[in-house]
C-alpha cells in the first residue's frame, strides 16, 4: 500500500510540475482563464474568512490563491480599475492588506500604512500570529517616523 501512495504522490507533483510549466512557459490565454476559473472556484468557498490560503507552484513553492489571481489579471491585461475594483471586493483577505501595505511603505505613506495595519489587527483578531505580525510592523513603523508614544503603546 505505501509504493502505491508513494507513486500517486509522485504522479501527483509530476502532474503539477507540468501544469506549473505550461502556465509559466506558456502564457496562453485560455490557460490563464480557466486557472482564473479554478481560484475563483477556492476563493469563493473561503467566503467571509481573512485567509483564503494557498496552494503549491513547482516554480514558486506555495502561493497566496487570491495574490495569484491577481497576477493572472496583470497577465491578461486586465485594467488597473480592474484590478483595483477586485481587490476593493476581496480586502478581507489579509493577503490584499498585506500587499496594500506594502505599496503605502514604499511610497512613504507610513500614515495609510499605520491605518491598514491597525485595521488588519481588528479584522484578523483570530489569528494571533497575523496579530503578532501587524504590531511588529506596527512598532518598525512608529521608531523610524519618531512616533515613541505610539511605539510604547504598541
Not at 43 to 71: C, F, H, M, P
Amino acid at each position: 500500500m505505501r509504493l502505491r501512495k508513494d507513486k500517486l504522490n509522485r504522479q501527483k507533483v509530476r502532474w503539477i510540475s507540468i501544469e506549473d510549466f505550461l502556465l509559466n512557459e506558456f502564457q496562453d490565454s485560455d490557460l490563464l482563464k480557466q486557472r482564473l476559473k479554478m481560484l475563483d472556484k477556492l476563493i469563493e468557498k473561503a467566503g467571509n474568512d481573512t485567509d483564503v490560503g494557498s496552494w503549491y507552484s513547482a516554480y514558486y513553492g506555495y502561493e497566496d490563491i487570491v495574490l495569484k489571481r491577481l497576477q493572472i489579471m496583470q497577465k491578461l491585461g486586465c485594467s488597473e480599475q480592474e484590478i483595483w475594483e477586485y481587490r476593493q471586493k476581496f480586502r478581507h483577505f489579509s493577503a490584499i492588506r498585506k500587499m496594500e501595505i506594502e505599496e503605502y511603505l514604499d511610497r512613504n505613506d507610513y500614515e495609510k500604512a499605520i491605518e491598514v495595519l491597525q485595521e488588519s489587527k481588528k479584522l484578523d483578531q483570530k489569528y494571533p500570529g497575523l496579530v503578532a505580525e501587524y504590531s511588529r510592523r506596527l512598532i518598525e513603523i512608529y521608531k523610524g517616523i519618531g512616533r515613541t508614544d505610539a511605539y510604547k503603546t504598541e
